[in-house]
């Protein structure tokens, strides 16, 4: 259905490519900034990440103000309040986020805590909350998958409530994202699995969500058809560049899509069994993703169906007849997750997981309260959400 009206917006400048690191320093100088405060975890800096990215800086002047490397799996309240402490003491001037989702979403709160000059970003979660325009914000993502590089969306843990906030704002879009494919090298096959899956349900639930449009369209359409044409291959040979960085770039073009046309309850589902039961944030994707499908066929079966040439090509797309295709894309995807388990070991389903089953109801009530639910194409109760949890156990 064409929308009645609809609103894009993404300004974020997207530098991709080979030596797109060694660029970080230009940037900066169009930005009229000088003194970085870099954010990211220990991890990259144990597998010489941070290092490729400190190279980029070698024939500038730059100094970098500080680099806080204490980002936890999950980005929390303590991690943001406490960069944010580092940056203003050492008097830095904008922030460069190198890492995955967490190190990103840290960047973003941060990045909250000194706009606003606040040490409780509980009160600005939700909607729109957000008043003053952020530091400048360069974003190197390490993991192909979260498009938090391309989004207004930050998710920060609330450890003591056992919660994740979700701050949504334009003013949380980062000036810069740089795709480097040397940085997604390194990733392990089951890491880039879960990753990849993520952004093919961003794709998948920007295409088919109730605030879709022919633009964001466009950018899932993109995304879905180079993450089924690549995913697999590099799963298999992580060292195929030119697939990790057509992986990378479908990756950004779903951000860009989800960013405008949000999500459903993949999302609204799989962010509480993340928070409840500490399942990957890609993983519970993968698990979910057709069984939440299944769940809208009446209402998206439509999409879905579109979706099956992107996601199976132009040959099964043919020879399948147009009211078998939907169930045909989620057939794909059921296949897509048997082989990625075959391949290294990906759980595919929410036992594998490690979720116990004594825990899907509280996850289930739970989901409603997630924002994402609102704009999954079919309404849902908690023993709706509990089917679809038990059909994915
Ligand atoms: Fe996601």
């Known amino acids: ?20 690191l060694e660029g970080i320093p230009s940037e900066l100088s169009r930005l009229n900034v000088s003194r970085p405060f870099i954010i990211t975890d220990e991890g990259i800096v144990k597998v010489g990440l941070l290092e490729k990215v400190l190279g980029g800086f070698k024939d500038s002047d730059i100094v970098i103000g500080a680099v806080y490397d204490k980002v936890p799996p ?57 008043k003053n325009f952020q530091q400048p914000l360069i974003v190197v993502p390490t993991t192909s998958g979260t498009g938090s590089e391309v989004t207004l969306v930050a998710v920060v843990a609330d450890k003591e409530k056992d ?46 969500c109730l605030q879709k449009n022919p633009v964001s369209d466009a950018y899932a359409y993109s995304a879905i058809k180079s993450v089924s044409e690549n995913l697999i291959n590099v799963v298999k040979n992580g060292k195929d560049e030119q697939g990790r960085f057509k992986l990378a770039v479908a990756c950004t073009s ?14 609204g589902i799989g962010h509480t069994v993340g928070a409840l039961a500490h399942v990957h944030h890609g993983m519970a994707m993968a698990i979910l993703l057709p069984h939440v499908m299944e769940y809208n066929l009446e209402k998206a079966g439509e999409y879905y169906a579109e979706l099956l040439l ?35 070991g990906m759980p595919n389903s929410l036992k594998d997981a490690g979720v116990k089953e004594d825990q899907l109801e509280k996850i289930a009530k739970r989901s409603l309260n997630d924002g994402a639910m609102i704009l999954n194409p079919e309404d849902m109760d908690a023993n709706e959400v509990l089917s679809v949890l038990k059909k994915a156990y």
């Open 1 to 20: 259905m064409f929308p009645k009206y609809f609103e894009f917006y993404n300004p974020v400048k997207i530098n991709a490519g080979q030596n797109a």
């Open 74 to 130: 999950d980005s929390s309240i303590k991690t943001v309040n406490e960069a944010a402490q580092i940056y203003k003491e050492q008097s830095c001037d904008c922030i460069i986020a190198v890492g995955g989702g967490s190190v990103i979403d840290s960047a973003k709160g941060m990045n909250i805590v000194i706009s606003e000059n606040t040490t409780d970003i509980v009160q600005l979660a939700g909607h729109d909350r957000i």
């Open 163 to 208: 919660r994740k906030m979700l701050f949504t704002s334009t003013k949380l879009l980062p000036s810069v994202a740089i795709i480097d494919p040397r940085m997604t090298l390194s990733l392990p096959p089951k890491l880039t699995a879960a990753t990849g899956m993520d952004a093919l349900t961003h794709a998948i639930e920007a295409y088919s």
């Open 254 to 267: 779903a951000g860009v899509a989800f960013s405008n046309s949000m999500v459903g309850a993949v999302h």
């Open 310 to 344: 992107p996601l199976a090509g132009a040959e099964i797309y043919a020879s399948t007849p147009t009211d078998q295709r939907a169930k045909k894309s989620i057939d794909f995807i059921k296949n897509m997750n048997n082989e990625l388990n075959t391949i290294c």
